[in-house]
Nanobody, 123 residues
Framework: QVQLVESGGGLVQAGGSPRLSCAAS????????MGWYRQAPGKQRELVAD???????NYADAVKDRFTISRDNAKNAVYLQMNSLKPEDTAVYYC?????????????????WGQGTLVTVSP
């Protein structure tokens, strides 16, 4: 069984700079892209940022220049440094990892999700 365990988040004032952490444990094959998604009340889950093992990043326009994603490949861990938080950043943040099950075909992977951590930004 594989788990993604998240930490960080909570109640933060606007302008704050919390850091989210996530680590994968258990029967992992080969973690490829890791990232963060979020789901605000009444909205669909959306990508915040993701990061390949080689360091290629992808950010949502809403968080560019404010959030920074990083990872520790040896620990199968991913982090999200959030700066200049706004009330509209309030959401449940989910860690995501793509675990490659066939190293001859990187498109064959299983999607792993954390349990989610709530970030509430007060005005």
């Amino acid at each position: 069984q594989v788990q993604l365990v998240e930490s960080g988040g909570g109640l933060v004032q606007a302008g704050g700079s919390p850091r989210l952490s996530c680590a994968a444990s258990g029967s992992i094959f080969s973690i490829n892209t890791m990232g963060w998604y979020r789901q605000a009340p009444g909205k669909q889950r959306e990508l915040v940022a993701d990061l390949t093992p080689s360091g290629r990043t992808n950010y949502a326009d809403a968080v560019k220049d404010r959030f920074t994603i990083s990872r520790d490949n040896a620990k199968n861990a991913v982090y999200l440094q959030m700066n200049s938080l706004k009330p509209e950043d309030t959401a449940v943040y989910y860690c995501n990892a793509k675990d490659i099950v066939d190293l001859t075909n990187l498109r064959r992977y299983r999607e792993l999700w954390g349990q989610g951590t709530l970030v509430t930004v007060s005005p």
